[in-house]
């Protein structure tokens, strides 16, 4: 006995799950090259005066500054992170810090940037350091970041 089967429209069904992966896959890109974006024009911005990375947190950001020195800490939204840690940085220095982007990579909604960053203190110090800050991005804003630094270079600056 032959059976016969209706003809299956397998060709069909494989283009439009290659498109589905395509069209996913170039979301995705569209959605880091965005984040990857917004975050270069931030240092820029920062870099000539005109505003900073702070400036893409959203009122609800959590950042982390890693480690276990007295400045490591969790700030769970923009204004503790402001008034507990950027505000207190800054009345330490001479000049504003300024940054130098190594590297920006981004990976969907992820973002990291390596940067140096240099100023001088008020004592007239050099303040130098080297970041590493993963960024997590929704919307156009930062919502998380875990920062890695020199955390001891900071608590100098602090003392």
């Known amino acids: 006995m032959i059976i016969k089967h209706r003809s299956s429209n397998i060709p069909g069904v494989l283009a439009l799950l290659l498109l589905l992966v395509i069209s996913s896959q170039a979301n995705a890109q569209s959605v880091e090259e965005t984040n990857s974006a917004l975050i270069r024009q931030a ?4 870099e000539n005066g005109r505003g900073s990375v702070f400036d ?14 007295p400045v490591s800490a969790v700030y769970p939204t923009r204004q503790a992170l402001v008034e507990e840690a950027v505000e ?13 982007v190594k590297h920006i990579i981004a990976q969907g909604n992820n973002v990291v940037v390596l940067w140096d960053g240099t100023a001088t203190a008020r004592n007239g110090a050099p303040y130098n350091n080297s ?5 997590v991005m929704e919307d156009g804003a930062i919502t998380r970041v875990m920062a890695f630094l020199d955390t ?8």
């Open 43 to 46: 240092f820029d911005d920062w």
């Open 56 to 69: 893409l947190l959203a009122e609800d950001a959590e950042w982390t500054v890693a480690g276990v020195s």
């Open 88 to 100: 207190p940085i800054h009345a330490q220095l001479a000049t504003a810090i300024t940054p130098e």
């Open 131 to 135: 970041y590493a800050w993963h960024l």
């Open 152 to 159: 001891w270079a900071l608590v100098e600056l602090m003392e």
